[in-house]
């Protein structure tokens, strides 16, 4: 009997299951930024900002048709940010 520190009766695998923490390290230690997620996070900290001024009282309804866009805004403008920005690294 080998002195193995896998038991497979108690994980009922013949080999240890590999996941994501077993992985490969990457030797620059950044991960790369999913624009897509990035876009959308930023629309929607935008979008609860925009409620809570609005909710705050500190801007009026009167004042949405200008404030509403500025959220998409700021959002493709990250997105277009972290597209050239991840073009230029190699």
Not at 45 to 59: E, I, N, R
Request: net charge negative; hydrophobic share 45%.
């Amino acid at each position: 009997m080998t002195d193995d520190t896998y038991d497979t009766d108690v994980y009922g695998y013949d080999e240890p299951m590999v996941g994501p923490l077993d992985a490969p390290e990457r030797p620059s230690g950044r991960h790369p930024v999913n624009i897509a997620h990035l876009v959308m996070g930023v629309a929607f900290a935008g979008m609860v900002l925009v409620w809570a001024l609005v909710q705050g009282d500190v801007v009026g309804t009167d004042e949405l048709h200008w404030l509403v866009p500025v959220p998409w805004l700021a959002a493709g403008g990250a997105g277009l940010f972290a597209t050239v920005w991840s073009s230029r690294r190699p």
